[in-house]
Structures are given as structure tokens and as C-alpha cells.
């Protein structure tokens, strides 16, 4: 069985002084070159429909498409501003209710403007990474449509890189025209994207990408999308979410007919980077990069808001897809549980009887949206 050390590069899951000393060195580079080494497989196979739920999907997406030029109204004005003096204020009344002590903190002596900048900090953070995450995902897609060997997954897939370019091109919109600056891709995230693109097996990618990262992407997405007041963003994001449920559909659907036929031995090899992937994820979210900006003690600021209850409950709940999802693969409990056993200690298997979103992915359809935030 492998160790944290040898599945992490880290002696524990929570150390974070090794956490911290991973970090992008890249971030004035705007070339990023990763060797793929995958097969491109043709398949001479063209009945459409021998895999009747992909098949579905397919079906779905041709009839789901959008326009982020012309669906989303660009000329809504933007107040980031009030934004963030919201949050702020919102997350104030929290740590008072919560009764958390700053004291001994860099936040200490921290009055409202402190905490408003902070709050346009995270916004910007936030939303740089979806967009990276996004282009990663434009990449995987483009990597399964070469690499996935049945001729209806391929169709699928093909109207995923048309999706993952539209989220792209928005995210980066918004950001270029509505706030105040973006951010480089986070460490954590940039090497995961990495390991995704370079393994040569097509269900890694689907598994990495399409499970894992659009996974934890759709809990996040919704999670902003009831926090948000602002028009524009809101109804972007439940654009997007509209998509990204299909595309974790997409992962479930195809993976649970594949791995049935797997040993417990590639089945481990899966479990293993099912644990590695949810772990530097989780990582990405304690957005060093913002502490770093702002000119604050990364590991300190990290100890004193981060791991407030509140921040934990948030981290938790981004899990909310990925755990019943790989539940639904038999990644939970194959090899005498290896990956629920993980994911206990990381304090998120309490998801997994959430509903599997291979199952819920029409509730989130654009057709089923109220007028108001659709």
C-alpha cells in the first residue's frame, strides 16, 4: 500500500509547511507546455447509440447549447465594490457569532477596509482560478475525444470542448471587464491539471477531469451562485453549472461500465489519485496566493481564517459531488475500502449518499431554471 509521502510528496495530509512550499514558478510565463502522452484511437465502430445513455447526453447537449456573447447581458454594470464591502460584512457577523479571537493573528489590529480588500482579493482569486480550471478542462475534453475508444463518447465529448471554450471565454470576459485584476493559476491546481494531461490512460482523464475537477467545480459553482447578488455573475454561473453537470455525467456514466471490468489492483491505482486529486484541490482553496498579495504570513493567515469552522464547513461541502460520485464507481469500497477509509480522515464521507449527479444532471438543465436566475 502507498503512503502519503509517496501518493503526496508529504509525510501528512495536513502539513502545512510542505502545503505551502509548493507553489506556481511560472506565474510570468504565459506558455505552459505539458508532454501528453496518450495514444490518438480511431474506432471504425460508428453505431450511434450502443451506449443508450451517453447517447442521451448527447442528444442533451446538442439541444443545450448558449451564447455567452449574446444570452448574458455585458452591459449590466458591476459593483465590486459593494460586493465585497457585503461580504465583508457578512463575514464579520459570522466571526462574531462564532465568537473567533483574532488576537496573536495578523488580522489582529484589522479594521472594515482591511477585511473589503480581502474580500475583492478572493473575488478576483476565485474567479482566475475557475478560468484556469476551465481551460484545463478544455484540454482534458480535446485529450478524451482523441483518446476514448467508443464512437458515442467521442460525440459527447466533442460538445464538451465547445462548452469548456465558452466557459473560458466568459470567465475571462468577466474578469477583463467587470473586476479588478486576476490571478495566475494556483500551484496545487496547475499540478493536478499536469498529472491529468500526462497520464497516458483515457479514464484517468475522464477521472481527473471530468469527475474530480468538474466535480468539486459544480459544488463550487453552485455555492457562489447562492451567494451572489450580482445579476450578471449569477446567471453566468448558472449557465455554466448547466453544462458542468453533463460533463460529470459524462465522467459517471462511462467510467461505471469501465471499471466493473477492472482487477483490484487498477482499481487501486484509481483510488489512489481519487485521493491525491480531492487532496490538492482542497489544497488550491487555501488560496495562498491571496495572503501573498495582500502581504500577509501565509501560514499564519492560513491558521486563522482558513481553518475557521466556517472555512471548513465550506471545504467540506465542495466534496458534495465528488464522494457520491466516486461511490457510485465502486471507488469507495473496493480494496477493503482504501479510498473511504481516506476520505473519512479527510471529514467528507458523510456525502456519500448524496444523490450521484449521473442521476441528477437534468435538474440542473436551463429549462428547469426560474426566469430570474436562469
Not at 251 to 257: K, P
Not at 299 to 305: G, H, L, R, S, T
Amino acid at each position: 500500500m502507498s503512503t502519503d509521502e509517496q501518493i503526496l510528496g508529504r509525510l501528512a495530509v495536513d502539513d502545512l509547511e510542505a502545503i505551502l512550499t509548493t507553489a506556481n514558478t511560472e506565474v510570468d510565463e504565459a506558455i505552459h507546455a505539458v508532454r501528453d502522452n496518450a495514444d490518438a484511437i480511431f474506432t471504425w465502430d460508428y453505431e450511434k447509440g450502443a451506449r443508450p445513455a451517453l447517447s442521451k447526453l448527447y442528444e442533451k447537449a446538442k439541444h443545450s447549447q448558449w451564447n455567452g456573447q449574446t444570452d448574458l447581458d455585458w452591459s449590466i454594470d458591476v459593483d465590486q465594490q459593494q460586493f465585497a464591502e457585503m461580504m465583508a460584512d457578512m463575514q464579520k457577523m459570522e466571526f462574531d457569532a462564532r465568537g473567533v479571537d483574532f488576537s496573536g493573528t495578523p488580522f489582529e489590529n484589522w479594521e472594515r477596509p482591511e477585511w473589503v480588500e480581502l474580500a475583492h482579493e478572493v473575488q478576483n482569486w476565485s474567479l482566475s482560478q475557475f478560468m484556469h480550471g476551465e481551460q484545463g478542462a478544455l484540454l482534458c475534453t480535446a485529450k478524451i475525444v482523441e483518446t476514448v475508444p467508443w464512437i458515442d463518447a467521442k460525440y459527447y465529448a466533442s460538445t464538451q470542448v465547445m462548452d469548456e471554450a465558452r466557459h473560458v471565454e466568459v470567465f475571462a470576459k468577466y474578469l477583463d471587464t467587470k473586476l479588478s485584476g486576476y490571478y495566475p493559476v494556483n500551484a496545487h491546481l496547475k499540478l493536478l491539471l499536469d498529472d491529468i494531461v500526462t497520464d497516458s490512460r483515457w479514464d484517468m482523464t475522464y477521472l481527473g477531469m471530468q469527475v474530480m475537477v468538474e466535480g468539486l467545480a459544480l459544488a463550487a459553482f453552485g455555492f457562489m451562485h447562492q451567494m451572489s447578488t450580482e445579476p450578471l455573475l449569477k446567471k453566468l454561473l448558472r449557465y455554466v453549472m448547466s453544462d458542468e453537470a453533463r460533463h460529470v455525467a459524462f465522467g459517471v456514466l462511462s467510467l461505471q461500465e469501465y471499471y466493473e471490468g477492472l482487477s483490484d489492483a487498477e482499481i487501486f491505482e484509481r483510488q489512489q489519485f481519487a485521493f491525491e486529486a480531492a487532496v490538492r484541490m482542497r489544497d488550491r482553496f487555501l488560496q495562498q496566493e491571496v495572503w501573498e498579495r495582500l502581504g500577509v504570513p501565509v501560514k499564519d493567515a492560513i491558521e486563522a481564517v482558513m481553518l475557521t469552522p466556517t472555512r471548513q464547513m465550506f471545504q467540506m461541502m465542495l466534496f458534495s459531488k465528488i464522494v457520491p460520485n466516486c461511490k457510485k464507481l465502486g471507488l469507495l469500497d473496493r480494496n477493503d475500502g482504501w479510498l473511504r477509509r481516506r476520505y473519512e480522515e479527510m471529514g467528507v464521507i458523510q456525502f456519500e449518499d448524496w444523490v450521484d449527479t449521473g442521476d441528477e444532471y437534468e435538474a440542473f438543465a436551463l429549462d428547469n431554471a426560474a426566469p430570474a436566475t436562469a
